[in-house]
């Protein structure tokens, strides 16, 4: 029986509204870049001394909780532990915690599912608190050291690349020039389940860390109160299972007998692109795509995978074929001289998720009144604009629009039954952006609110990160601050223009504007004390960084840790004090 013990929360040392976030991210990231340059140099005892300073940091552990208490979209679900840390008195109870590095044995992951685009059920894992924010703690110790080895054609869950890159990548490899015509589009059979944990932890090697690795794989997950072992896979939830997940995938080039020249350059008739599990091989007679396929499944095998059977498929450019919500396919043209050119394009299945997505918010927002429902409706068109503005667009835009007008048309209809077709455009339609010469913009005039139109959002062409470029690498500083300026694109004009004039940082962290936390419009001096709207006085925050600022000197009050179950569980256990053996509790300090 597990005895437990309730932490002391009156020796605390950490005053979260008071850390000083600049000097931690800066000791993280100088760690990350010198892992990763002793990895490149083959320096893997220097390596392994490096990943196990990290863990010790006291930086990497508040940057941890804040990762893992403020900034995943997990951070208001508990795990088996019934545990949330939601206030800051509660976070900085739990950095306190970490930095004793006592021994401690991973907790099973509580199973969850959500709902898939094709109608099945997707099993999530959660951790528990101390779980995930050791996930996260070994994440930056493991992640730069992998990220000097990965394939330069990996672009799911890593830093610095995206769907886009996938895409622009896929788009360099099938234009019409090209003499790999035939592709063979795969799919894991369940990825995430079924990898063999034995090779995993071979590839791995000889991490700090490898011993609570093994145990997050082992801890197996329960599932409506009752627990079930795990022989394989990595729980999809963790914030460490997607980096494990590509380490598994790691040296599909190399089976495929892909490689390279000194200056990057591909050698050979057949070219890979992966986003996690979904993959991409280009090939150039459909004898080789077959043949792809037998050395993709018996190179899987090794790794407890399999292709999916009924996902797979070997197709012509001609044909065409969908990856990660686009359709690529080549078109006839007469003005080229190949006769043909390749269009990517939403494919139909995606646009059809786009318009379930709106039509389900209009009518879940039918009853509001128009600016509340402009509130709703506009970031996701910011989001599905932004997603497919960068292949060829316009006319699928402009076809949305006409179906949003439809959707305009219902909701004024159902607001003012009785008033005529006149009356209801003269009150919801307008010239409001002035910007544009539209008189038929959706909106609140007496607000001033608008909703937007996909058509506004121009064609911008992605810009491939360059060969096996990583964020980590010192050298290329430079360059990813020029990749960060362009990302500004995606926010408002007056965002673009106040994030133009801090130079695209965040003034409190000093992180990129741009690391997918919610920003937040800053006043210098507040209105109460005279401040006004100007630019000089405004500045755009993280979301957190702008409570931080409001938040300084004053006393959290409450509970540390919130129970999410009527019955009491303890905030913490402390393995040390259990039954169990030795050999089953790990330290990973």
């Known amino acids: 029986m597990v005895q437990s013990t309730i932490v002391n929360v009156t020796d605390r040392t950490t005053d979260w509204n008071s850390i000083k976030w600049k000097n931690a991210y800066r000791v993280v990231r100088r760690l990350r870049q010198r892992i990763f340059k002793a990895t490149k140099d083959g320096n ?40 949330l840390v939601l206030t800051p008195l509660a976070r900085a109870t739990l950095v306190d915690i970490l930095a004793m590095r006592l021994p401690w044995k991973a907790l099973p992951v509580k199973r969850i599912y959500i709902r898939k685009s094709n109608g099945k059920q997707r099993p999530l894992g959660i951790p528990g608190i101390i779980d995930r924010c050791l996930q996260a703690i070994v994440l930056n110790a493991l992640e730069p050291s992998w990220e000097a080895q990965f394939e330069r054609t990996s672009y799911g869950f890593r830093p610095g690349r995206g769907v886009h890159d996938a895409i622009e ?4 490899m099938s234009k019409a020039n090209s003499t790999t015509s035939w592709v063979v589009d795969a799919d894991i059979e369940g990825c995430f389940d079924n990898i063999a944990h034995a090779p995993l932890m071979q590839t791995i090697g000889n991490f700090p860390a490898r011993q609570l690795i093994h145990q997050w794989l082992k801890a197996g997950y329960v599932d409506k109160g ?25 040296g599909m080039e190399a089976a495929l007998g892909i490689r390279y020249d000194k200056h990057g350059h591909k050698i050979g008739h057949r070219g890979l692109v992966r986003y996690a599990d979904d993959l991409v091989v280009f090939c150039k007679t459909p004898e080789d795509a077959h043949r792809v396929v037998d050395i993709l499944s018996c190179w899987m095998k090794t790794k407890g995978l399999a292709l999916s059977e009924s996902k797979t498929q070997i197709v012509h450019l001609t044909v065409g074929f969908d990856f990660l919500g686009f359709n690529i396919r080549w078109y006839q043209d007469k003005n080229t001289l190949t006769g043909r050119k390749v269009l990517i394009k939403p494919s139909k299945q995606s646009l059809q998720d786009v318009r379930d997505q709106i039509r389900l918010s209009w009518l879940d927002h039918k009853s509001h009144n128009v600016n509340y429902l402009i509130g709703k409706l506009n970031p996701i068109i910011r989001g599905v604009a932004n997603y497919y503005r960068t292949v060829v667009s316009s006319h699928i835009f402009t076809k949305l629009d006409r179906w949003m007008y439809v959707r305009q048309q219902r909701y004024a209809k159902r607001m003012h039954p009785n008033k005529s077709s006149h009356w209801r455009i003269c009150r919801y339609w307008g010239h409001f952006n002035l910007d544009r010469n539209d008189f038929w913009v959706f909106g609140d005039k007496h607000s001033g609110q608008y909703l937007l139109k996909f058509s506004w959002f121009h064609i911008k062409r992605h810009t491939l990160v360059k060969g096996d470029a990583s964020p980590d690498d010192q050298q290329l500083r430079v360059y990813w601050q020029q990749r960060r300026k362009k990302q500004s ?101």
């Open 44 to 83: 893997f005892k220097g390596v392994r001394n490096l990943q196990k300073l990290l863990m010790r940091s006291y930086s990497n552990m508040i940057l941890s909780v804040r990762r893992v208490t403020q900034l995943n979209q997990g951070k208001k679900t508990a795990g088996v532990d019934k545990l």
């Open 489 to 589: 694109r995606c926010l408002i004009p007056s965002y673009q223009k106040l994030a133009r004039r801090q130079g695209y940082q965040c003034p409190i962290c000093g992180e990129s504007l741009f690391n997918n936390e919610s920003l937040h419009k800053h006043h210098k001096i507040p209105c109460a004390a005279g401040g006004n709207d100007s630019y000089s006085n405004l500045e755009l925050v993280h979301f957190y960084c702008h409570q931080q600022i409001h938040s300084v000197g004053r006393k959290s009050e409450g509970e540390v840790f919130v129970q999410t179950q009527s019955c009491f569980h303890p905030p913490i256990h402390s393995v040390g004090l259990s039954d169990e053996s030795e050999d089953e509790v790990f330290s990973p300090w």
């Open 226 to 250: 009752v627990f079930y072992d795990t022989e394989t896979g990595v729980p999809q939830g963790g914030i460490i299972s997607p980096l494990l997940a590509n380490i598994a995938l790691h």
């Open 169 to 172: 990548r896929v788009h360099s």
